[in-house]
């Protein structure tokens, strides 16, 4: 039997991925296995420099854009880019659509003033046009895919020289983006990009002047930027693995054939859910994630049923937030269209027999 995850945390690995990291776990070229290599190392540092030119590629980054890989997870960030990024008495917008973006105001709320922009309902995200932006804000926050409600943007706006800084962990190298309203983007490497243990870290060398110097140096971005993100060790294994899986990106036509893979995952998953009324898509039709789906019974007293045999059919990890409740599918880029295609099958099946 296949068995098939679509969890919210560590998604899967493409399967040419996972081999490469099974061979490199024996002697490379200087003899030393992936998990014995030193981060000082020419080995290590060629590993690297090449993850961060294949991450530039991809995204079009300029010169004027540092890319950093620190640790700490996305949570940690929310606390970092108002430690790093805001001098004392400034403030900062913040839109709140969500859990994660609830947590990462509420994380800069201990350090500085946040305003919030803009308040979602957990059903769909306020538009641009109605946020209430602060005259003297350093920047505005938002996250560009609450996982939890499976709501996602798909148009950021060019707010007239404020740096929008971006939690963009759920779908970071899903699809293309513009970079010009971004000060600073920061996204968790598991969903997407490797494996736990690593944060990617792009900004913008105006947001760098702004760190003061007391920032401590594992946590200043501009002492990771100036030391190659070495001030301390960093998480050598998982940036290897992003590493690898940059390079599967470029290869698979990168984000344009990445935004096409995922929008056809997400409407299998989404047709095969519509054709049932035993399913429900809590989240608005225009701000639905195609990374996150998010849906429930009708009766949800048969959820845990649902889960029950879900798994006993090789599909794992699809209860939702304990948050929010429900059920959620992720459909990050390792997931496979056949994954996804044995899911809405499975999702037809138990509406037949169950409905």
């Given at each position: 039997?296949?068995?098939?995850?679509f969890a919210s945390a560590q998604a899967p690995l493409p399967p040419s991925v996972l081999a490469e990291i099974r061979d490199d776990l024996g002697p490379r070229r200087s003899g030393l296995s992936l998990?014995?290599?030193p981060f000082s190392g020419g080995e290590f540092e060629d590993i690297r420099a090449g993850a961060e030119a294949d991450l530039r590629a991809l995204l079009g980054l300029g010169d004027d854009y540092r890319v950093l890989f620190l640790q700490g997870g996305a949570t940690a960030m929310f606390s970092?880019?108002?430690?790093?990024?805001?001098r004392r008495g400034e403030t900062a917008d913040y839109v709140?659509?969500?859990?994660w973006s609830r947590r990462a105001a509420e994380a800069a709320s201990s350090q500085i003033d946040v305003r919030m922009a803009a308040t979602g309902d957990g059903r769909s995200l306020p538009p641009p046009e109605e946020w209430r932006l602060s005259a003297d804000a350093a920047y505005l926050h938002l996250t560009s895919t609450e996982t939890a409600e499976g709501l996602q943007y798909f148009v950021f706006p060019d707010l007239n020289g404020v740096p929008v800084v971006a939690d963009m962990t759920a779908d970071f190298l899903t699809r293309p983006i513009p970079l010009a309203p971004f000060g600073l983007i920061y996204a968790s490497a598991?969903?997407?990009l490797g494996v736990a243990g690593l944060t990617i870290v792009v900004i913008h060398e105006k947001l760098l002047r702004r760190v003061a110097s007391e920032v401590p140096a594992p946590f200043s971005f501009a002492r990771q930027a100036e030391a190659r993100s070495k001030v301390n060790t960093p998480p050598v294994f998982a940036i290897a693995v992003a590493a690898k899986m940059l390079r599967w990106l470029r290869a698979g036509g990168g984000l344009v054939a990445a935004e096409a893979r995922n929008a056809r995952k997400a409407e299998t998953l989404y047709s095969a859910l519509a054709a049932s009324d035993v399913y429900q898509c809590p989240a608005e039709v225009e701000n639905r994630s195609a990374v996150s789906?998010?849906?429930?019974l009708a009766e949800a007293a048969r959820e845990p049923q649902f889960l029950r045999e879900a798994?006993?059919?090789g599909f794992l990890h699809l209860k939702g937030h304990p948050a929010v409740g429900g059920l959620r599918a992720s459909l990050y880029n390792g997931v496979t269209q056949e994954a996804v295609e044995a899911l809405a099958d499975f999702l037809v099946d138990f509406a037949q027999r169950r409905g």
């Open positions: 039997m296949a068995i098939f995850s998990l014995d290599l970092l880019a108002p430690m790093n990024l805001l709140v659509t969500g859990l598991q969903k997407n789906v998010r849906f429930q798994e006993e059919a």
